[in-house]
């Protein structure tokens, strides 16, 4: 599903912020992205989303390989990820229900589907009742589940959280961890970039640790994850 | 598509007075193409007056039989360019004359034998009115063995000629040059458009939508801002041209306004401009949001 090869990112400005990392992440997993802040966590879940390429080594994501994609191909990749932010990225002007019906509109799904499918996401991070709220009217943690519904309401296999709970208190942190759970279990992958070790602890859930841009610990490491 | 226009109308609203601003830079540079347009419009109605006076006169060998001269006229007339053929006896030259040649009335009263001239004048239709295409006539015209002389006024018909393309040359500078600008404020407004909005542009991109998606409501809003100035300025044309020939007593007949086809391509102007402008900018900003 995801493979990362002998993958370095250096940025124009000379920041090396991974070095030589080879990982693979099999259908289906939850991933935690670890380590401090600047260890290259963000690069890593830029480089899946085609924000960025690799320097070099090879990025591949649900058969596409992100070194290698052309223009109009990136669109593509996009609408079979869910992608979510510390900072939740809604348009302010915008209601919950228009942000989520947008990352449909934009695909060109059928006009019909758009409002069922908007309300079944929102129903699922248990909004349906704000649909009709903007941002600023909304909590902390009602905007990341606007966010996480807009994230899921194309169905992707694939679901990436950058420090998703990086801005949020206590119970609305609990709240998005829980539905990203609940994602993941409906046979999703997802992969959480986190420094929040309270999150991490005890956690049956695969974890990958970095520090400038290296890959020091893998809890996965004895797993099938060396096999071509 | 009912979201795209959702979005170019959001964001109007967005951005008023950025939005109506451009409208009103792009309606006056167009405005000014449209006052040039009316002053160059109502100059060449009044040369095409002139060049009806475009005329190529044949006079005639003395003696020349009257049936060779019908016959002639009939051939003349036949060529493409000529519009009509007119015949003036000897006689009618010299009643001509005492009536035109004022100065002269008193030297022509006493003649005893009349020494003007038969002649053939003939007038060209309207898109053979110039220097080349009468030389070309009067050249034909000296085949014919009764033809004495050709004259057609080649000194004026050249002037003429001159003042024409000189009208032409300077609207089109003028056009190009007000496009110009109308281009450059379009292309400035539709990136600070672009600017003011990145934050959303990037969150569409991130959710898949492509460029063209993307760059769809840019566009439309670039073309509709040159449409909208277009039609402004027409309409300030017209209300100048009101107060123009009301102010000096001017009739429509003399002092003409664009004809429906010359105002839509005003109209028409503005919206290529808008497209081109618009075109240029997103194309050029997009890449960096
Ligand atoms: N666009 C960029 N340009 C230059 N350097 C960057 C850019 N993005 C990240 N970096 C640098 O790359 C390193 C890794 O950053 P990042 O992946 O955001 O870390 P993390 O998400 O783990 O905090 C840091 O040193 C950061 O300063
Ligand atoms: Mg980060």
């Given at each position: 599903m995801i493979r990362f090869t002998h993958v370095s990112k250096t940025f124009?400005?000379?920041?090396?912020?991974?070095?030589d990392l080879s990982f693979h992440i099999p259908r289906g997993q939850f991933v935690f992205l670890t380590?401090?802040?600047?260890?290259g966590k963000s690069t890593i879940l830029s480089l899946l989303y085609a924000h960025d390429r690799p320097s070099s080594g090879e990025v591949k994501i649900s058969g596409y390989t992100v070194g290698a994609l052309r223009a109009s191909e990136v669109p593509k990749l996009r609408r079979r990820l869910g992608v979510i932010f510390q900072d939740f990225?809604?348009?302010?002007?915008?209601?919950a229900e228009e942000n989520v019906a947008f990352a449909l509109e934009v695909t060109g799904a059928r006009r019909d589907t758009i409002s069922p499918r908007t309300m079944r996401a929102l129903t699922r991070v248990g909004l349906a009742g704000k649909a009709r709220a903007y941002p600023k009217e909304l909590s902390g943690g009602e905007q990341q589940r606007v966010a996480i519904a807009r994230a899921i309401v194309n169905d992707p296999p694939i679901v990436l959280a950058d420090e998703?709970?990086?801005?949020?208190d206590e119970r609305a942190r609990n709240g998005v961890f829980q539905l990203l759970k609940d994602i993941h279990a409906g046979g999703t992958v997802v992969i959480m970039a986190t420094h929040d070790m309270d999150l991490v602890r005890d956690t049956p859930y695969r974890i990958v640790e970095l520090r400038e841009g290296e890959l020091v610990y893998d809890s996965a490491v004895d797993e099938a994850d060396d096999t071509p | 598509m009912r979201l795209t226009w959702r979005e170019v109308w959001h964001s109007f609203w967005r951005t008023p007075l950025l939005s109506s601003l451009s409208i009103i830079m792009i309606a006056f540079s167009l405005y000014s193409v449209g006052l040039f347009g009316l002053v160059a419009t109502n100059f060449r109605h009044t040369l095409s007056d002139l060049a009806e006076r475009v005329e190529v006169v044949a006079f005639m060998l003395r003696g020349t039989p009257i049936e060779t001269i019908t016959l002639a006229s009939e051939d003349i007339e036949a060529?493409?360019?000529?519009l009509s053929v007119n015949y003036v006896s000897e006689d009618e030259a010299l009643a001509r004359a005492r009536v035109e040649l004022v100065e002269f009335r008193e030297a022509y009263e006493?003649?005893?034998?009349?020494p003007l001239p038969a002649s053939l004048e003939i007038r060209l239709r309207p898109q053979f009115r110039n220097a080349a295409q009468a030389r070309t006539v009067a050249e034909r015209l000296r085949?014919?063995?009764?033809?004495d002389d050709v004259r057609f006024g080649q000194d004026w018909v050249e002037r003429l000629d001159r003042i024409r393309n000189l009208a032409g040359i300077v609207g089109l500078v003028i056009g190009a040059a007000f496009g110009l600008v109308a281009i450059v404020i379009i292309g400035v407004t539709i990136r600070m458009t672009v600017l003011h909005r990145a934050r959303e542009i990037s969150i569409m991109r991130l959710v898949g939508a492509t460029n063209a998606f993307v760059r769809r409501p840019f566009l439309i809003e670039g073309t509709l801002r040159g449409v909208l100035g277009g039609a402004l300025a027409l309409g300030m044309s017209f209300a100048s041209y009101r107060l123009f020939a009301s102010g000096m007593g001017l009739s429509g007949e003399s002092f003409v306004f664009f004809t429906p086809s010359q105002a839509g391509l005003i109209v028409g102007f503005g919206l290529l401009l808008g497209l081109i402008g618009s075109l240029i900018s997103v194309g050029r900003h997009l890449r960096h949001v």
């Open positions: 124009p400005n000379g920041t090396g912020a991974l070095r380590g401090h802040s600047g260890a990225r809604l348009l302010e002007h915008r209601t998703p709970t990086g801005n949020l | 060529f493409p360019e000529v006493d003649l005893a034998t009349n085949a014919f063995g009764f033809v």
